[in-house]
């Protein structure tokens, strides 16, 4: 009402939130207002929003209800709602700085406060005692926004980065790409431990003397030069304890109708995939799809469906999947039903969102423009009992990467309470 609106968390946090202001300034019928409220509220909840906000929100969709009269009638837009003007929600008794900071905490600087403006605040970390999953970020975004850091360039400094990102616990390298340089096992391991991390997975990335392809290149010769390429990056996985070896090629596909032999391509890539399983029976392998790329228009394994039915044919216990987000929406596909799909040959998930135009990849953060399909993501690893590590995969190249990192990983931990919760309640 005109006194604002409280709201009791549980562990004794009172929130209240200012009366919003009136569309037209005059109060005209108060039916459906406490109707409106309420599944605004909800509505805010389930997209991942913060408490704060949608409490706002909530105010807002009441306040619009007064302004007109009638039960059904008067219920709003969900743009209206938005349009209406609201103080923000503060704990009761005193302001929290803190909460002021955290808003801010992606900023790198003047108009780069792009975290907490992608969700309207942001989201608190899990209130579960134990996350049960392991973080990963990709270790190349480390180079992005350099004056933000002195502690050194490189795939050693990188690392070092990431050591300062709170709740980041596992770096995936790039093979042979972060050892092109010379590093040994020894230095990389070494650089790992004195950022408190260690390695996730290796991920296998191939140069464009494979531009004709890796695993699907019809030179015999060039085709097994990828192959023992990709067991040599499994062998350097295990040195360096990694438990996954991820393969993505940008090259395993093809630009034009009536250039490729799709069934050649397919029992060239299902033998490659056999002979590095069986090079490596104690470590799992996967292969991450991707529907298209600048370097191939189209990709032979391609969504997945597709990919389910190769992890088949190839028909090893080591052999799996990697499912990133942005390749499921530039496929069309839904991240959660491609999890529901894949079950227990899920082996690797990377976080991250775009703006679902197709064949665009934007590595925006996770959840900020679907939020409710990234909720669902997670309600859906939760049903498949995942096990492996989420992997940070965007590009923040305007934003401080450590701080768009943490970004990801509270509301990776928020919407996975999100979805707790709903399974708990039955949904």
């Known amino acids: 009402g005109a006194a604002g609106a409280l709201m009791l968390e549980k562990g004794g946090r009172i929130l209240k939130q200012p009366a919003c202001e009136v569309p037209g300034g005059k109060v005209v019928d108060e039916t459906g207002a406490?109707?409106?409220f309420r599944a605004a509220f909800a509505v805010a909840f389930v997209e991942g929003r913060a408490l704060e906000e949608s409490l706002r929100f909530a105010s807002a969709a009441g306040s619009v209800a007064v302004?007109?009269?009638?039960?059904?009638?008067?219920?709003?837009?969900?743009?209206?709602?938005?349009?209406?003007?609201?103080?923000?929600?503060?704990?009761?008794?005193?302001?929290?700085r803190e909460r002021l900071d955290e808003q801010t905490h992606c900023s790198g600087g003047a108009g780069n406060a792009t975290c907490a403006s992608a969700m309207g605040a942001v989201p608190r970390a899990s209130a579960s005692p134990s996350f049960p999953l392991e973080f990963g970020s990709r270790l190349n975004s480390m180079a992005d926004r350099p004056e933000l850091w002195d502690g050194g360039d490189g795939v050693l400094g990188w690392i070092a980065r990431q050591g300062t990102i709170k709740?980041?616990?596992?770096?995936?390298?790039?093979?042979?790409?972060?050892?092109a340089s010379g590093l040994s096992v020894a230095q990389v391991s070494q650089a790992l431990a004195a950022a408190g991390l260690r390695a996730g997975a290796l991920q296998m990335r191939f140069s464009k003397e494979f531009r004709l392809g890796a695993f699907t290149n019809p030179d015999d010769a060039v085709w097994r030069k990828a192959?023992?390429?990709?067991?040599?990056?499994?062998?350097?996985?295990?040195?360096?304890?990694?438990?996954?070896?991820?393969?993505?090629?940008?090259?395993?596909?093809?630009?034009?109708?009536?250039?490729?032999?799709?069934?050649?391509?397919?029992?060239?890539?299902?033998?490659?995939?056999?002979l590095v399983c069986d090079a490596h029976p104690d470590l799992r392998v996967s292969m991450e799809h991707k529907p298209t790329d600048e370097n191939t228009r189209?990709?032979?394994?391609?969504?997945?469906?597709?990919a389910k039915l190769l992890v088949r044919e190839v028909d090893r216990p080591n052999m799996g999947v990697t499912l990133d987000v942005g390749h499921c929406l530039m496929a069309g596909e839904n991240p959660a039903q491609s999890v529901a799909l894949l079950g227990d040959r899920l082996f690797g998930v990377h976080l991250n969102d775009g703006h679902s135009k197709l064949g665009a990849e934007d590595g925006l953060m996770?959840?900020?423009?679907?939020?409710?399909?990234?909720?669902?993501?997670?309600?859906?690893?939760?049903?498949?009992?995942?096990?492996?590590?989420?992997?940070?995969?965007?590009?923040?190249q305007n934003e401080d990467p450590v701080r768009e990192c943490e970004f990801n990983i509270r509301r990776a931990k928020a919407l996975w309470t999100r979805a707790e919760r709903l399974r708990g309640a039955g949904l």
């Open 227 to 274: 192959v023992d390429l990709t067991i040599e990056g499994g062998h350097m996985a295990k040195r360096l304890g990694a438990k996954e070896l991820v393969v993505w090629s940008a090259y395993d596909g093809y630009d034009y109708s009536a250039q490729a032999d799709y069934w050649a391509a397919w029992t060239k890539i299902v033998r490659a995939f056999r």
């Open 34 to 36: 406490g109707d409106s």
């Open 366 to 396: 996770f959840g900020s423009v679907h939020s409710v399909m990234a909720m669902e993501l997670m309600y859906w690893l939760q049903k498949v009992q995942y096990t492996g590590h989420l992997y940070m995969d965007t590009f923040p």
């Open 298 to 306: 189209f990709s032979i394994v391609d969504s997945a469906g597709a």
């Open 67 to 96: 302004s007109r009269a009638g039960a059904v009638p008067s219920l709003p837009t969900k743009a209206e709602a938005e349009a209406v003007v609201c103080g923000i929600a503060a704990e009761w008794v005193a302001q929290k």
């Open 167 to 179: 709740g980041l616990s596992l770096v995936d390298l790039n093979y042979p790409q972060h050892f």
